[in-house]
């Protein structure tokens, strides 16, 4: 009988294009991934993905079968988050600091429905786009671009496959013109997202399968995510950001993807404790809805 671990495991091999890939996102080992995966196949006697020395990519088969496949993950959180305060009541306090674009247009009116679920439970949001320690201030819970460096955090995955695409208004490109070439970017305002008070010199992109540190310039940039964000809304140049935080502004029409066939590197979002003696019933239920809201995100947009 299929599991619902199989059914994550194949979209994440799906988003990822790697099984091992997929296996670390899942706390699975490979091993137990891969006869995961050969399980779901010959049950449903189907080669879902097609094998190559470097990746895994969808069959035709199945692409026909991931929009099911994420359909009833979705039915599933919907089920469980349904069932979850006749099961427990959530107390206390949850102190949770994340990125200021994030917070205010995607997180935010997510957070609202969870709390109403659970009234009992006191929600205390810190935003801001830089790392908070944890061990200074007092934040119980981080969600974060990227993985922690620090090895005595504990980083539960929500959503691995998000990564950096570059954005542009349909403005800014009909008088610009749309770069084709990686030096063309340099012909262009760069909006530019500075972390830790440096302004970045150069953008990490995929393009043509390959990972090139592409020069660029500009006149703008600031330490604020929304920001850099509203000057691509205003037609003032190209912003390389996190795919959740222009996904309903892309939905719009509002921001287009400057070159589709380029890839942005990755910035998988993640929910950040100080330890493992943090992973309550409340951070644990906050990741399982948080998982299905990008989950269904992901579904809506990709259907």
Do not use: C
């Not at 790697?18 to 996102?25: D, G, P, R």
């Not at 891969?34 to 080669?47: D, I, M, Q, T, Y």
């Amino acid at each position: 009988m299929t599991r619902i671990a199989e059914l994550e495991l194949i979209t994440h091999i799906a988003d990822l294009g790697s099984l091992t890939a997929a296996a670390k996102a899942l706390d699975w080992s490979p091993a137990a991934a891969s006869a995961a995966l050969k399980r779901f196949e010959a049950e449903w006697g189907v080669a879902v993905f097609v094998r190559s020395t470097r990746s895994l990519r969808l069959s035709a088969e199945g692409e026909r079968l991931m929009p099911h496949v994420r359909q009833a993950l979705h039915a599933m959180g919907e089920a469980r988050a349904a069932a979850q305060p006749h099961r427990q009541a959530l107390r206390g306090e949850l102190q949770i600091s994340m990125p200021s674009d994030l917070g205010r247009h995607v997180l935010l009116p997510w957070l609202e429905t969870f709390q109403q679920r659970h009234p009992q439970l006191a929600l205390r949001l810190h935003l801001a786009d830089h790392n908070t320690d944890l061990m200074r201030v007092p934040v119980d819970i981080a969600i974060r671009y990227g993985v922690p460096t620090d090895s005595l955090q504990v980083a539960l995955p929500l959503m691995p496959e998000n990564h950096r695409v570059l954005v542009a208004s349909p403005a800014y490109l009909a008088r610009h013109g749309t770069p084709t070439r990686a030096q063309d970017l340099m012909k262009h305002e760069a909006l530019r997202f500075m972390l830790g008070g440096e302004v970045p010199k150069v953008w990490r992109l995929q393009i043509d399968s390959e990972w090139v540190d592409v020069p660029v310039r500009g006149s703008r940039s600031a330490n604020d995510g929304e920001v850099v964000k509203r000057w691509a809304l205003a037609g003032l140049g190209v912003a390389h950001k996190s795919w959740l935080d222009v996904s309903a502004e892309l939905a719009a029409g509002q921001l287009v993807r400057v070159n589709p066939a380029w890839r942005g590197e990755p910035a998988p979002l993640h929910l950040v404790l100080p330890g493992r003696r943090q992973i309550t019933p409340a951070a644990r239920a906050l990741r399982d809805w948080l998982q299905q809201q990008l989950l269904a995100l992901t579904a809506s947009v990709r259907a």
